[in-house]
């Protein structure tokens, strides 16, 4: 079965690139390999390798599929390559001196035994569900149906689905990056990558708080924003974080530079004392 590569631009590249401001010269140190190469690439010369895009994309601080988007659901070669592996370093898992097993799964010849599927599963960084569902595509087997995510499980994925689109311009935070963000504020060991594209997609029917709080720590956003339906405070919550964000950009890039220290210091001022005459006043209006 020949797999659905994901989309290579060369220009998108390059335009995450300067973003991160970062040098031709820096990327290809970062990723080990030369200048040239990425030259190549961002100029439609060359594309690089499937299981070197994941790379790429977290060198970039950049999501995967935002970067370099899937037309299809994902095969077991897909999810190797995202797992940044070739064929011979599966071998490392599978406890096999050839990579022969992927090998005859990907080409939909043999499929995974039980104990392979749950090794991948953890080595891939996804659910042993999702490798199933990714080898039965690599045997050109039908679909299983999807079952509907839960009332929570839904709630949370609309809520990171928000966030994504009104905060970050459609670009969020990498899955990996807020599991690592979200570990460290929390102090607790309690997202991976897979918990939250999990979370993201609406596959956890019942979320657990300590993950949950987590995530919300990882976003800097109160915990009850994943925990309550009221689209009055999701729009609250939501706005607060997006001027926030929209005050640091500003600041990063030198925006109003010709403001003295004191007017960046009344323009501070100004946004949190409205945000807090805001919440006073409505605690006022709870308790009357």
């Known amino acids: 079965m020949s797999m659905p590569d994901r989309v290579f631009d060369g220009g998108k590249l390059r335009d995450r690139r300067v973003i991160k401001r ?15 190469a990425v030259y190549r690439w961002e100029n439609g010369l060359a594309v690089p390798p499937q299981e070197r895009l994941s790379a790429i994309s977290a060198f970039l601080d950049a999501d995967l599929d935002e970067l370099f988007p899937r037309t299809e659901s994902p095969n ?10 070739t064929q011979s370093d599966t071998a490392q898992y599978t406890n096999t001196s050839s990579p022969m097993p992927v090998r005859a799964a990907e080409q939909g010849k043999r499929p995974l035994s039980d ?9 891939y960084g996804v659910t042993r569900a999702e490798l ?10 039908p679909e299983a149906p999807e079952e509907e995510p839960s009332a929570d499980g839904a709630r949370v994925a609309r809520k990171l689905e928000s966030l994504r689109t009104e905060v ?22 309690v997202l991976t990558e897979a918990t939250v594209r999990a979370l993201r997609t609406g596959g956890v029917a019942e979320p657990e708080e300590g993950a949950l709080g987590a995530l919300a720590l990882a976003f800097d956003v109160p915990a009850v924003f994943f925990r309550q339906d009221d689209p009055e405070v999701d729009a609250l919550i939501l706005s607060t974080l997006a001027v926030r964000n929209r005050f640091t950009v500003m600041a990063a890039r030198g925006a109003g530079q010709g403001m ?19 919440l006073a006043d409505e605690g006022k209006g709870r308790s009357a």
């Open 22 to 36: 970062l040098s031709q010269a820096a990327l290809a140190e970062g990723l080990h390999v030369k200048v040239n």
């Open 76 to 85: 077991l070669a897909d999810l190797r390559c995202d797992a940044g592996m």
């Open 115 to 123: 104990q392979a599927v749950t090794v991948l599963a953890a080595a």
């Open 132 to 141: 199933l569902a990714a080898q039965r595509r690599s045997f050109g087997q």
């Open 168 to 189: 970050y311009g459609g670009v969020a935070p990498s899955d990996a990056h807020l599991a690592s963000e979200g570990n460290r504020k929390s102090g607790s060991a």
């Open 260 to 278: 003295p220290k004191e007017s960046w210091d009344q323009l501070r001022d100004f946004i949190g004392e409205t945000m807090g005459e805001i």
